[in-house]
T-cell receptor, first 114, second 115 residues
Framework: DTAVSQTPKYLVTQMGNDKSIKCEQN?????MYWYKQDSKKFLKIMFS???????INETVPNRFSPKSPDKAHLNLHINSLELGDSAVYFC?????????????FGPGTRLTVT | AQSVTQLGSHVSVSEGALVLLRCNYSSSVPPYLFWYVQYPNQGLQLLLKYTSAATLVKGINGFEAEFKKSETSFHLTKPSAHMSDAAEYFC?????????????FGPGTSLSVIP
Protein backbone atom coordinates (compact mmCIF):
# COMPACT_ATOMS: atom_id res chain seq x y z
CA ASP A 1 0.00 0.00 0.00
CA THR A 2 1.92 3.00 -1.31
CA ALA A 3 2.19 5.90 1.14
CA VAL A 4 2.94 8.68 -1.35
CA SER A 5 2.15 7.97 -4.97
CA GLN A 6 2.73 10.00 -8.09
CA THR A 7 1.43 9.68 -11.62
CA PRO A 8 2.81 9.41 -14.16
CA LYS A 9 6.21 7.94 -13.36
CA TYR A 10 7.62 9.03 -16.71
CA LEU A 11 6.51 11.94 -18.85
CA VAL A 12 8.02 12.73 -22.24
CA THR A 13 6.64 15.74 -24.05
CA GLN A 14 7.55 18.50 -26.46
CA MET A 15 8.38 22.10 -25.74
CA GLY A 16 5.36 24.31 -25.48
CA ASN A 17 3.00 21.62 -24.23
CA ASP A 18 1.06 21.72 -20.97
CA LYS A 19 1.25 18.78 -18.56
CA SER A 20 0.15 17.78 -15.07
CA ILE A 21 1.62 15.54 -12.41
CA LYS A 22 -0.60 14.13 -9.69
CA CYS A 23 0.29 13.22 -6.14
CA GLU A 24 -1.67 11.42 -3.46
CA GLN A 25 -0.75 10.42 0.07
CA ASN A 26 -2.64 7.99 2.29
CA UNK A 27 -0.71 8.74 5.48
CA UNK A 28 -3.20 11.22 6.87
CA UNK A 29 -0.61 14.00 6.68
CA UNK A 30 -1.69 17.60 6.42
CA UNK A 31 1.38 19.06 4.70
CA MET A 32 2.53 18.28 1.17
CA TYR A 33 5.45 19.47 -0.96
CA TRP A 34 6.76 19.57 -4.49
CA TYR A 35 10.50 19.31 -5.11
CA LYS A 36 12.55 19.48 -8.29
CA GLN A 37 15.67 17.35 -8.61
CA ASP A 38 17.99 18.33 -11.43
CA SER A 39 20.44 16.17 -13.35
CA LYS A 40 23.11 16.72 -10.69
CA LYS A 41 20.74 15.39 -8.02
CA PHE A 42 20.33 18.82 -6.46
CA LEU A 43 16.97 18.96 -4.67
CA LYS A 44 15.05 22.22 -4.45
CA ILE A 45 11.69 22.87 -2.88
CA MET A 46 9.08 24.48 -5.11
CA PHE A 47 5.83 24.58 -3.16
CA SER A 48 4.25 23.43 0.05
CA UNK A 49 0.65 23.19 1.14
CA UNK A 50 -0.76 22.76 4.61
CA UNK A 51 -4.43 21.74 4.79
CA UNK A 52 -4.95 23.04 1.25
CA UNK A 53 -3.31 26.37 2.04
CA UNK A 54 -0.18 27.43 0.15
CA UNK A 55 2.58 28.04 2.71
CA ILE A 56 5.78 27.88 0.66
CA ASN A 57 6.03 29.36 -2.79
CA GLU A 58 9.63 29.46 -3.91
CA THR A 59 10.92 31.42 -6.84
CA VAL A 60 9.62 29.31 -9.68
CA PRO A 61 8.25 30.48 -13.03
CA ASN A 62 4.56 31.34 -13.19
CA ARG A 63 4.18 28.47 -15.62
CA PHE A 64 4.17 26.16 -12.61
CA SER A 65 0.91 26.08 -10.70
CA PRO A 66 0.16 23.76 -7.80
CA LYS A 67 -3.33 22.80 -6.77
CA SER A 68 -4.49 21.01 -3.66
CA PRO A 69 -8.12 19.86 -3.92
CA ASP A 70 -7.90 18.28 -0.47
CA LYS A 71 -5.16 17.59 2.03
CA ALA A 72 -4.43 14.15 0.57
CA HIS A 73 -3.76 15.43 -2.94
CA LEU A 74 -1.34 17.92 -4.43
CA ASN A 75 -1.10 18.31 -8.19
CA LEU A 76 1.38 20.24 -10.28
CA HIS A 77 0.43 21.79 -13.60
CA ILE A 78 3.09 23.10 -15.92
CA ASN A 79 2.28 25.38 -18.85
CA SER A 80 4.40 26.00 -21.94
CA LEU A 81 7.05 23.45 -21.08
CA GLU A 82 10.69 24.37 -21.71
CA LEU A 83 13.81 22.26 -22.10
CA GLY A 84 15.03 23.44 -18.70
CA ASP A 85 11.99 21.91 -17.03
CA SER A 86 13.43 18.45 -17.64
CA ALA A 87 14.05 16.98 -14.20
CA VAL A 88 12.67 14.55 -11.67
CA TYR A 89 9.79 16.00 -9.67
CA PHE A 90 9.13 14.61 -6.21
CA CYS A 91 6.06 14.95 -4.11
CA UNK A 92 6.43 14.61 -0.34
CA UNK A 93 4.26 14.85 2.74
CA UNK A 94 4.75 15.35 6.47
CA UNK A 95 2.62 15.02 9.56
CA UNK A 96 2.76 18.67 10.45
CA UNK A 97 4.16 21.98 9.37
CA UNK A 98 6.90 22.02 11.93
CA UNK A 99 10.60 22.07 11.27
CA UNK A 100 11.30 18.75 12.95
CA UNK A 101 8.91 16.62 10.96
CA UNK A 102 10.14 13.83 8.71
CA UNK A 103 9.10 14.06 5.09
CA UNK A 104 7.85 11.05 3.15
CA PHE A 105 8.70 11.11 -0.53
CA GLY A 106 6.94 9.68 -3.54
CA PRO A 107 8.83 7.70 -6.20
CA GLY A 108 9.26 10.71 -8.47
CA THR A 109 8.11 11.70 -11.95
CA ARG A 110 10.84 11.93 -14.57
CA LEU A 111 9.89 14.72 -16.96
CA THR A 112 11.73 14.94 -20.27
CA VAL A 113 11.04 17.88 -22.52
CA THR A 114 12.22 17.54 -26.13
CA ALA B 1 20.23 32.04 5.32
CA GLN B 2 20.99 28.55 6.46
CA SER B 3 22.94 26.19 4.26
CA VAL B 4 24.31 22.67 4.13
CA THR B 5 27.56 21.48 2.61
CA GLN B 6 28.57 17.90 2.01
CA LEU B 7 32.27 17.33 1.48
CA GLY B 8 32.81 14.87 -1.32
CA SER B 9 30.22 14.49 -4.05
CA HIS B 10 31.32 10.88 -4.45
CA VAL B 11 32.69 8.44 -1.88
CA SER B 12 33.88 4.90 -2.55
CA VAL B 13 34.44 2.31 0.16
CA SER B 14 35.16 -1.38 0.18
CA GLU B 15 32.54 -3.77 1.44
CA GLY B 16 32.99 -4.15 5.18
CA ALA B 17 34.87 -0.86 5.56
CA LEU B 18 33.80 2.17 7.56
CA VAL B 19 31.43 4.59 5.88
CA LEU B 20 31.91 8.29 6.70
CA LEU B 21 29.84 10.91 4.91
CA ARG B 22 30.46 14.49 5.92
CA CYS B 23 27.92 17.21 6.49
CA ASN B 24 28.42 20.74 7.75
CA TYR B 25 25.70 23.28 8.27
CA SER B 26 25.43 26.96 8.94
CA SER B 27 22.83 28.17 11.40
CA SER B 28 22.56 30.92 13.96
CA VAL B 29 20.07 28.95 16.02
CA PRO B 30 20.00 25.31 17.13
CA PRO B 31 19.07 23.39 14.02
CA TYR B 32 17.06 20.34 13.21
CA LEU B 33 19.20 18.08 11.01
CA PHE B 34 18.35 15.10 8.85
CA TRP B 35 20.00 12.45 6.74
CA TYR B 36 18.02 11.02 3.85
CA VAL B 37 18.97 8.21 1.47
CA GLN B 38 17.92 7.87 -2.16
CA TYR B 39 18.32 4.50 -3.83
CA PRO B 40 18.47 4.47 -7.64
CA ASN B 41 15.21 5.49 -9.28
CA GLN B 42 13.46 5.95 -5.95
CA GLY B 43 12.34 8.76 -3.71
CA LEU B 44 14.17 9.84 -0.58
CA GLN B 45 13.66 8.13 2.76
CA LEU B 46 14.71 9.23 6.19
CA LEU B 47 17.76 7.59 7.74
CA LEU B 48 17.82 9.61 10.95
CA LYS B 49 17.19 13.04 12.41
CA TYR B 50 18.59 15.25 15.15
CA THR B 51 16.13 17.29 17.19
CA SER B 52 18.34 18.18 20.18
CA ALA B 53 17.39 15.21 22.36
CA ALA B 54 20.77 13.45 22.04
CA THR B 55 23.93 14.33 20.14
CA LEU B 56 24.47 10.76 18.90
CA VAL B 57 21.56 9.70 16.76
CA LYS B 58 20.97 6.16 15.61
CA GLY B 59 19.09 5.50 12.43
CA ILE B 60 17.99 2.67 10.22
CA ASN B 61 20.26 0.12 8.53
CA GLY B 62 23.05 0.55 11.08
CA PHE B 63 23.74 4.21 10.35
CA GLU B 64 24.35 6.83 13.00
CA ALA B 65 25.31 10.48 13.09
CA GLU B 66 26.83 12.73 15.70
CA PHE B 67 25.86 16.35 16.18
CA LYS B 68 28.87 18.52 17.03
CA LYS B 69 27.87 22.08 17.69
CA SER B 70 31.45 23.36 17.97
CA GLU B 71 32.23 22.01 14.52
CA THR B 72 28.76 22.69 13.05
CA SER B 73 28.86 19.14 11.75
CA PHE B 74 26.52 16.19 11.52
CA HIS B 75 28.59 13.45 9.90
CA LEU B 76 27.00 10.10 9.01
CA THR B 77 28.79 6.85 9.78
CA LYS B 78 28.32 3.13 9.49
CA PRO B 79 30.92 0.69 10.86
CA SER B 80 30.74 -1.81 8.02
CA ALA B 81 29.55 -1.03 4.50
CA HIS B 82 27.24 -3.39 2.68
CA MET B 83 26.67 -3.56 -1.05
CA SER B 84 23.08 -2.49 -0.48
CA ASP B 85 24.29 0.82 0.98
CA ALA B 86 25.21 2.11 -2.48
CA ALA B 87 22.96 5.13 -2.92
CA GLU B 88 22.81 8.92 -2.82
CA TYR B 89 22.85 10.45 0.65
CA PHE B 90 21.48 13.88 1.48
CA CYS B 91 22.05 15.92 4.60
CA UNK B 92 19.34 18.48 5.31
CA UNK B 93 18.70 21.29 7.77
CA UNK B 94 15.41 22.87 8.68
CA UNK B 95 15.32 26.54 7.87
CA UNK B 96 14.50 28.39 11.05
CA UNK B 97 15.63 31.80 9.95
CA UNK B 98 13.36 32.56 7.03
CA UNK B 99 10.62 29.98 6.97
CA UNK B 100 9.12 27.83 9.63
CA UNK B 101 8.48 24.92 7.34
CA UNK B 102 11.28 24.70 4.82
CA UNK B 103 13.97 22.03 4.76
CA UNK B 104 17.18 22.80 2.87
CA PHE B 105 18.96 19.84 1.32
CA GLY B 106 22.67 19.54 0.74
CA PRO B 107 24.02 18.68 -2.70
CA GLY B 108 24.23 14.97 -1.91
CA THR B 109 27.02 12.40 -1.72
CA SER B 110 26.98 9.37 -3.95
CA LEU B 111 28.24 6.29 -2.09
CA SER B 112 29.74 3.40 -4.03
CA VAL B 113 30.56 0.10 -2.32
CA ILE B 114 33.28 -2.00 -3.91
CA PRO B 115 33.05 -5.78 -3.47
Amino acid sequence: DTAVSQTPKYLVTQMGNDKSIKCEQNLGHDTMYWYKQDSKKFLKIMFSYNNKELIINETVPNRFSPKSPDKAHLNLHINSLELGDSAVYFCASSHGRGRSYEQYFGPGTRLTVT
Amino acid sequence: AQSVTQLGSHVSVSEGALVLLRCNYSSSVPPYLFWYVQYPNQGLQLLLKYTSAATLVKGINGFEAEFKKSETSFHLTKPSAHMSDAAEYFCAVSDQETSYDKVIFGPGTSLSVIP
